[in-house]
């Protein structure tokens, strides 16, 4: 069964700082990973998506990797701003047959400005 | 419509009554699922689809929820004698097979 953890749960940074939001997950048979933003009560927005033959995907000031057989993957958010602030999820896609999606727990960041 | 569309958006409902969610995935997409978010919770898996068939169910909470896809499209999501316990927003997405998921907005489901 694939588990996908987030780290640190909650962050807090002051504007202008570039941070790390790290998602680990436990089965390295993976389609594609994806990395997305949830908005306080709002849908999922899509941020990056990393197929498992790649090692990482950049869009703007957002750069995400991806170590597939350690099971690790990282978003980079470079010269953080307030409109950052959000809970930011990573999920996996099982490979083979059967390609259900597990989400992590989620890292919700405060960027103060 | 260009992305995947939920409905209703909100919806309130009384204890015990039964009420239907619906899910239209993006055309040609042959994945879809279906999951719920508690208030201040992550997101719990419910159901995927494959097509028109379901090959993970793990997600249904008991056997009061239940879901259909038809015709490779759209979706519903039954949830019978409600209980409070059931309010939550509750998330479609869908994808192709190589593309990403793609959510909707939700729907806000209220047991009152």
């Known amino acids: 069964k694939q588990e996908v953890t987030q780290i640190p749960a909650a962050l807090s940074v002051p504007e202008g700082e570039n941070l790390v939001l790290n998602c680990s997950f436990t089965d390295s048979a993976i389609y594609n990973l994806q990395w997305f933003r949830q908005d306080p009560g709002k849908g999922l927005t899509s941020l990056l998506l990393?197929?498992?033959?790649?090692r990482e995907q950049t869009s703007g000031r957002l750069n995400a990797s991806l170590d597939k057989s350690s099971g690790r993957s990282t978003l980079y958010i470079a010269a953080s701003q307030p409109g950052d602030s959000a809970t930011y999820l990573c999920a996996v896609r099982g490979s083979g047959g059967y390609q259900k999606v597990t989400f992590g727990t989620g890292t919700k960041l405060q960027v103060i400005p | 419509g260009a992305g995947v569309s939920q409905s209703p958006s909100n919806k309130v409902t009384e204890k015990g009554k039964d009420v239907e969610l619906r899910c239209d995935p993006i055309s040609g997409h042959t994945a879809l699922y279906w999951y719920r978010q508690s208030l201040g919770q992550g997101l719990e898996f419910l159901i995927y689809f494959q097509g028109n068939s379901a090959p993970d169910k793990s997600g249904l909470p008991s056997d009061r929820f239940s879901a259909e896809r038809t015709g490779g499209s759209v979706s519903t999501l039954t949830i019978q004698r409600t209980q409070q316990e059931d309010s939550a927003v509750y998330l479609c997405a869908s994808s192709s097979a190589n593309t990403e998921a793609f959510f909707g907005q939700g729907t806000r489901l209220t047991v009152v």
């Open positions: 990393i197929q498992s033959s790649q």
